[in-house]
Every structure is written in structure tokens, then in C-alpha cells.
């Protein structure tokens, strides 16, 4: 069984859970997703977030997380199943 991340302990000082308008990190305007993901990078859940969202992607696949992007998310996603594969083969 592979062990996945938990969803991030939130603390209330994160970026999402303060700003007036949280939709942004939803939004369909490519302004207001860079504007959640420039807030992403100064939160301090920043790490379990992003672990969290690459864990879970049917559940993270609207929207910014740790301030990537749906494609970041992936390309990381496929980053991690190379390094993965490439340690395997190497221990074989
Ligand atoms: S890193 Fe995650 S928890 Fe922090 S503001 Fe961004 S989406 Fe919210």
C-alpha cells in the first residue's frame, strides 16, 4: 500500500484562508491565478500543500495548489514517476 499525504494542517494564517477573495484560486482568468500563486509561494503550509495536491490529484484537479497550476502539477507528477523508475533501475 502506498502512503499518501494528508491533506495539509491548515492554520489559518495561509494566504487562501485569509484573502477577501478566495474564488482566485479558482478562477477562470489567468490574472487572478497568477495573483494565488505569487500568494502561494509566502504561505506557510506552502510544503504540505504541495504534497498534499500531488498526492490526490482527482481531488486537487481544479485550481491552485502550493501555486501550481493543474499542467505543474502533472509535469511534476511525471518528474517523481522518472526519478522513481530511474532509482529502481538502479538498484537492480
Ligand atoms: S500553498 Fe496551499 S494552503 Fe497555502 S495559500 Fe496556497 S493553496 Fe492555500
Known sequence: MTRRAP???LTGAEPCRQ????DLWFSDQAAD???????????PTR???????LDH???TEH????GTSRG???KLRAEFRRAN????EQQT
Open 7 to 9: 491533506y495539509p494542517a
Open 19 to 22: 484573502h477577501d477573495e478566495p
Open 57 to 59: 490529484p482527482a481531488a
Open 47 to 53: 510544503v504540505a500543500c504541495l504534497a498534499y495536491a
Open 72 to 74: 505543474g502539477r502533472e
Open 33 to 43: 491565478r497568477a495573483t494565488a500563486r505569487r500568494l502561494c509561494h509566502g504561505c
Open 85 to 88: 523508475q530511474i532509482s529502481k
Open 63 to 66: 485550481g491552485i495548489w502550493a
